[in-house]
């Protein structure tokens, strides 16, 4: 059952005449206008307050949120203008609207007419109906004629009829001529057909340079060209920053402007497509707050970051160049070790995942299903198990030498004991080589790699030495 909020019930008893637009902002009911409930007095919980969710213009909107009472009745909440005299050529009452809900569940939104009384529920005539399958969840503009009555001074009574049903938002009312809805707009950013990364994006458009002013833009989504109907969200300016999340996906999203007299149509449809896994995924967000400082360092205990983790998160790990860290999340997931910042892969793989950690300080550990960043709400453990660094005390280095240093292709290393292992890290502390070598001299090729300073890790039992070779 849906959670019920509970407003007071609000009446101002005072006739004043209706100053419009009207946007609701600031002390509600606004001057002059009056809230109160039907005949059989049902729905004492939610009456018609303000909201900052969904306005369309301004930061506040009216609002009357749904309710459950007797069954077979119905609660009856009335929102009702001050006096207001209908004068050519202004003659059609607009306003923007929205409810809270894509299902439906059988409310009826009426807007009523008295020209005797404000607050005398007999007197309203009905002038306008609509159901909850008349309009949706994205604020759009509604125009009713109301030529009928020019010259003749009126009250508007926006009246919600619902028992466990959806709510009304509306906003910006106001009396406008027959003015005509805005052009569609052009020029999008992404382009269409696109590619672009995931992660924060800004989409913008350009204003229409034909047709009425827009007051805002609607923007929805599709899987398919010709099933663009999920909003996504509004904007009141050319653009709009929204998050993408999934690799190697196409998109399909149009612009759809609006202002009190209706909403462009027959606006294009746009795509773009969204990269291809890097093969490392740094997106999600962060679980638990805060860094995470690893009670042990025995090469044995398992330091338990969290229980209850996602896949498509991350949490941040304090680790300590030259200490071995393996990794764990789940069974099966794909981890990426990334700089403290998340802009770099350091090293990924499966589960479990060592590393010999090149850096001191914060790292994230982020998780997910796949190498396609897959995300499941599916709680796991996340772990570490760390190995104090191999001890540089007894290495000998005046057995040590390596040369030439800078070098262009190949770096040659030589010991008076057999060397097992040389590792090849850039400034980042990313590994770009590893060669295992059970020999005393060997040849390591730097060819392929980019000019720059590299650290060289050279292992020899349980002892090591890492040295910085400038590569020309």
């Not at 807007?111 to 609509?130: L, Y």
């Not at 672009?196 to 899987?223: D, L, M, Q, R």
């Not at 896949?311 to 764990?328: D, K």
């Not at 997931?333 to 793989?349: A, K, L, Q, R």
Request: hydrophobic content about 35%.
């Amino acid at each position: 059952m849906r959670k019920i909020t509970l407003f007071l019930m609000l009446f101002v008893g005072f006739s004043a005449f209706a100053q419009f637009p009207q946007d609701f902002e600031g002390t509600f009911p606004p001057d002059g206008w009056q809230v109160f409930r039907g005949v059989n007095d049902l729905g004492v919980e939610s009456d018609w307050t303000s909201t900052t969710i969904g306005a369309a213009t301004g930061e506040q909107a009216a609002y009357v949120e749904y309710e459950a009472v007797t069954e077979g009745e119905l609660a009856e909440d009335w929102l009702v203008s001050p006096a207001y005299t209908v004068t050519a050529p202004n003659t059609f009452l607009a306003f923007y609207q929205g409810q809270d809900y894509d299902d439906v569940y059988g409310s009826t939104y009426t807007v009523r007419i008295s020209t005797t009384s404000q607050t005398d529920i007999s007197s309203f005539t009905i002038v306008d109906t609509q159901t909850e399958e008349d309009f949706g969840v994205a604020m759009t503009s509604k125009k009713i004629d109301l030529s009928a009555y020019v010259g003749q001074t009126i009250y508007i009574a926006f009246v919600l009829e619902n028992n466990d049903g959806d709510s009304w938002v509306i906003d910006g009312v106001d009396f406008i001529s027959n003015i005509s809805a805005p052009d569609c707009v052009l020029n999008p950013v992404p382009a269409d057909a696109a590619t672009v990364p995931v992660g924060e994006i800004t989409f913008s458009w350009s204003v229409p340079s034909t047709g009425s002013a827009p007051t805002f833009y609607n923007i929805y989504s599709g899987a398919t060209p010709d099933a663009v109907t999920d909003f996504v969200a509004s904007s009141t300016t050319p653009s709009i920053d929204l998050y993408l999340a999934n690799y190697s996906t196409t998109f399909y999203w149009k612009v759809v402007p609006v202002n009190l007299a209706g909403a462009a149509t027959g606006c294009p449809v746009w795509s773009f497509s969204t990269q291809s896994p890097p093969g490392y995924c740094l997106i999600g967000s962060q679980y638990p707050d805060g860094n995470y400082v690893l009670e042990s360092c025995d090469g044995v205990t398992e330091n338990v970051i969290v229980s209850d983790g996602y896949a498509g998160e991350y949490s941040v790990v304090e680790v300590t160049s030259g200490n071995t860290y393996t990794f764990t999340s789940g069974e099966t997931d794909f981890i990426t070790i990334s700089n403290e910042n998340g802009d770099t892969s350091i090293v990924t793989g499966s589960t479990p995942l060592t590393w010999d950690a090149t850096i001191t300080g914060a790292v994230r550990f982020y998780s997910h299903t796949d190498d396609q960043c897959g995300e499941e709400q599916a709680g796991r453990i996340r772990s570490v198990v760390c190995s104090e660094a191999l001890s540089t005390k007894g290495f000998d280095t005046t057995g040590f030498n390596a040369f030439p240093n800078p070098v262009k292709n190949i770096l040659n290393i030589s010991y008076s004991k057999d060397i097992s292992k040389v590792t090849v890290f850039n400034m980042l502390g990313q590994e770009v080589s590893v060669k295992s070598i059970a020999a005393k001299q060997s040849k390591i090729d730097m060819s392929n790699l980019s000019r720059g300073t590299y650290m060289v890790r050279v292992t020899s039992g349980n002892t090591s030495k890492t040295i910085n070779v400038f590569k020309q």
